[in-house]
């Protein structure tokens, strides 16, 4: 016999656990809390939902329990009738009396519920953690523990969360007086102004459900217990319910909740899938966050791979667009599984659901907009530790995997794993992302603010063999980073990237070795001038400019490394940078992550650009962003140099979503000249602004001598 672990008692939790139940499987349900409850105190109960219910054998116990909707009715702030509806809106009903039905059912088909039983975690071997130490094995786990899923991180799952501008309060109010109140005869009030609305309708004959909606900047609006008076001014015609509305609620059961939406990469890992609000959180429209939820939940009992249930279950391109699905979005899939509800379901278990209709399933969530999923892979996993044992870690090694709570959660975890493969004592420093300091947006600096201030964590981290740097911006050009190498620290600085760009451009020995022969002539040159068809011509004097190589690695005491790298390049001192950069279609703006589509033209003198050229979009936004900063130092060169990875790919931008990358694979593309402006610390020159420009087809002399000819490295550097 088939066992089951579930973690969570709410709508999809209690609907799988029957429908697998009634499979013949064996069942535990685990709920954190110490009753099986619900919050959100009234649902809109359409159609889908009503055939889910049929399916699982509740319908008729729950809409005993509820109100239908007759009649729709939207008012403006004074009262009037903008809008009627009639027919076909279901039944409003209490959450709590949902569940209460659902978990005697569950009981009656033989679920054992435990109660104070927190699930943090589950394998995808099929285990589900317990808080308590537990460790539950299981042919199947399901993760309905909601949008802060235990189950569903532990896995990680890439996710993808939007935290909506508006939310609301929701209340019920026991006795309504009839001569106040608003909703009558199965009817359902609707009533906006501006950004505030509010909803009331009955769920049973003695209970009113009202919803008060509004954004989340508005402090009065949110305010509970209610503002009486804020909200009287808003809807005047109301003013006398509200008051006797906040005289009956029970306040201190009522919050308001922001509304957030959430889309995860896949559904499932192995033995355990994810469902209901870990899945697919969605604002209340229609009451589909609860309506999808039982949906997916009780297709699962009617599949023997995962993978065919997520193939099935997930929803189609053409159902929705890539983004948070609209309300029509939401009705047309809503009325599609109407027709078609799990043709397995009906088939398999003799129900007299009709199927009048070919299967087309809808699943709240698209992912279109997504080219990648982040995951833990085994190749990532080698690839990683093929870079730390470049750097020379040891067995034994005391090593500090620093991170903030903005990093991407799979660079973190493929440098704990590595390491461990290693044999490294690795630990975590995790910090929070400091706030944004300017109005102005900050990108691809290498420059980490999260250590700032923090003398505890420097101190710590300095007294460590390496630091693995999986910050957001990194690093590489923070203050506090010489003091963390004092002691003879090395660190190693992981780029914002999608694992797979790391796989592509992972260093070698080879690449160590171009970069020290490029290294070894820009040190001892003194002259550099760079130039293009396009119309760049820029003289550099590099007499004593501190020099860098990048082969993408640290092996050595109080050093950095970064990945992806493979470049050389040089911060000119004050005064020596002076000519002209011409931005030619397929040159790269790499802080804004996009190609050039119109010529720049930038003339610089004495290491400033001091004018910014061209009648394109490309032109006006630089000269834009520039001006924002309102800062002299944002203007002056930072460093020069040139690409020397093979590996990398110039084009890589076109083939991956703006978040998946960081885009720093382009700074090192083979033959690039890299001109980039914002601090430069020989020069005593700091700011936050910084602008990287990969230069296609340039030729880079030092001292007379061509290292770079028209975009492709000499013969000895190649």
């Known amino acids: 016999m088939k066992h089951a672990e579930i973690a969570g008692a709410g709508f ?24 099986v409850r619900a919050e959100g105190f009234g649902l809109s109960m359409q159609e889908n ?9 509740v319908r008729e116990e729950v809409v005993r329990g509820g109100q239908p909707i007759r009649q729709r009715l939207v008012l403006d702030a004074q009262g009037r009738t903008i809008m009627t509806s009639g027919g076909g809106f279901g039944w409003r009903i209490s959450r709590s009396h949902i569940i209460s039905a659902l978990l005697e059912r569950a009981k009656r088909a033989g679920v054992e519920v435990e109660t104070e039983s927190r699930a943090v975690g589950a394998e995808a071997s099929g285990e589900l953690l317990i808080a308590n130490g537990r460790r539950l094995k299981a042919d199947l786990v399901v993760g309905a523990d909601g949008i802060h899923s235990a189950v569903r991180d532990s896995l990680g799952i890439h996710l993808q969360r939007r935290t909506r501008p508006d939310g609301a309060m929701r209340v019920l109010v026991p006795r309504p007086a009839s001569t106040l109140d608003p909703s009558k005869d199965g009817t359902t009030r609707e009533s906006w102004s501006g950004q505030r609305r509010f909803i009331v309708s009955r769920t049973r004959p003695d209970e009113l459900y009202v919803a008060m909606s509004c954004r989340a900047s508005d402090v009065a609006g949110r305010s509970v217990p209610l503002d009486v008076a804020s909200w009287s001014q808003t809807f005047p015609e109301q003013a006398e319910f509200f008051a006797w509305m906040n005289g009956e609620a029970d306040w201190s059961a009522v919050r308001w909740v922001r509304f957030e939406t959430l889309r995860l990469a896949r559904w499932h890992a192995g033995r355990v899938a994810i469902v209901g609000d870990a899945a697919h959180a969605m604002p209340p429209d229609l009451g589909q966050g609860a309506g999808c939820a039982m949906m997916n939940a009780l297709s699962l009992a009617c599949y023997e791979d995962l993978s065919e249930w997520e193939k099935h279950e997930r929803p189609p391109p053409s159902i929705l667009s890539a983004g948070q699905p609209s309300t029509g979005g939401r009705r047309a899939c809503r009325d599609r599984f109407v027709r078609s509800l799990s043709r397995q379901w009906a088939e398999s278990n003799g129900c007299t659901i009709a199927i009048s209709a070919p299967r087309a399933t809808f699943r709240p969530d698209t992912w279109r907009s997504e080219m990648l999923v982040e995951r833990i892979e085994g190749k990532w996993i080698e690839a990683f530790r093929d870079v730390f044992q470049l750097c020379a870690v040891k067995p034994g090694e005391v090593v500090a995997i620093l991170s903030e709570t903005q990093s991407r959660k799979v660079l973190v975890e493929l440098s704990e794993l590595a390491l461990h493969q290693l044999g490294a004592r690795a630990f975590h420093v995790q910090l929070v992302s400091p706030p944004v300091a300017s109005g102005v947006p900050v990108r691809s600096t290498g420059t980490s603010l999260a250590v700032a201030g923090l003398e505890p964590v420097i101190q710590a981290l300095a007294a460590t063999g390496m630091v693995v740097d999986c910050t957001v911006e990194g690093m590489l050009h923070a203050a506090e980073l010489p003091r963390i190498l004092a002691g003879g620290t090395r660190l190693m600085m992981i780029s914002n990237e999608h694992p797979e760009v790391l796989e592509r451009t992972k260093p070698t020995p080879e690449l160590r070795e171009r970069v020290r022969r490029g290294m070894q002539i820009l040190g001892s040159a003194k002259h550099m001038r760079v130039t293009s068809a396009a119309g760049t011509d ?11 190589g990048a082969p993408g690695f640290v092996n050595e005491p109080g050093k950095v490394g970064y990945w992806p790298a493979g470049l050389c390049l040089c911060f000119p001192r004050p005064g020596s940078v002076n000519g002209t950069v011409v931005l030619a279609p397929g040159d790269v703006n790499l802080t804004f992550k996009r190609y050039i589509e119109s010529p720049v033209r930038m003339v610089i003198e004495n290491d400033y650009v001091t004018k910014i050229e ?16 309102r800062d002299r130092e944002a203007y002056a060169t930072s460093h020069v140099g040139w690409g020397m990875n093979l590996d990398a790919c110039a084009e890589s931008m076109m083939m991956y979503d703006r978040k998946d990358i960081n885009g720093t694979e382009l700074r090192a593309f083979a033959g690039n000249f890299l001109y980039s402006t914002g601090a430069n610390e020989s020069a005593k020159r700091f700011t936050a602004c910084h602008f990287d420009f990969p230069l296609r087809d340039c030729s880079v002399e030092l001292d007379g001598k061509k290292v770079v000819d028209r975009g492709r490295l000499s013969a000895e550097l190649a």
């Open 12 to 35: 999809a939790g209690l609907v799988a656990a029957i429908a697998l139940a009634d499979r013949g499987w064996t069942v535990r349900v685990h709920e954190k809390t110490p009753f």
């Open 49 to 57: 939902m009503l055939k889910v219910l049929e399916a699982v054998g």
């Open 538 to 548: 820029l003289d550099v004097h590099i007499d004593g400019a501190p020099a860098r």
């Open 614 to 629: 061209g009648e394109g979009l490309d032109a006006a936004l630089l000269r834009s962003y520039y001006e924002a900063w």
